[in-house]
Nanobody
Framework: QVQLVESGGGLVQAGGSLRVSCAAS????????MGWFRQAPGKEREFVAA????????YYADSVKGRFYISRDNAKNTVYLQMNSLKPEDTAVYYC?????????????????WGKGTLVTVSS
């Protein structure tokens, strides 16, 4: 079965950077689009970024555009989210997700599998 395991979360000061990773297993990673979502305390889960099967297309939420970058290494079955210029409002549990399609829409709709999340806390 598909397994997605996030890592790299932690505590960082505002203005700092952090990279979270997601290791996938269970099926051919390079066939499928991937995404990152987040859920802040007391809020609904929201889309952060998505990437198509070969990394040629990426999408971002307006709130992170220009600060966060999604990438993937198909040889390592891993997707990354590089987060720069972090703000306290970026504090959330970050979830990795995998689609069953090679492409997803600009809002990341169509994810079928989810990881358990990694906590990112940004202090002011």
């Amino acid at each position: 079965q598909v397994q997605l395991v996030e890592s790299g979360g932690g505590l960082v000061q505002a203005g700092g950077s952090l990279r979270v990773s997601c290791a996938a297993s269970g099926r051919t990673f390079s066939n499928y689009a991937m995404g990152w979502f987040r859920q802040a305390p007391g809020k609904e889960r929201e889309f952060v970024a998505a990437i198509n099967w070969n990394g040629g297309l990426t999408y971002y939420a307006d709130s992170v555009k220009g600060r966060f970058y999604i990438s993937r290494d198909n040889a390592k079955n891993t997707v990354y989210l590089q987060m720069n210029s972090l703000k306290p409002e970026d504090t959330a549990v970050y979830y990795c997700a995998q689609s069953s399609a090679s492409y997803v829409g600009s809002n990341g709709n169509g994810m079928d599998y989810w990881g358990k999340g990694t906590l990112v806390t940004v202090s002011s």
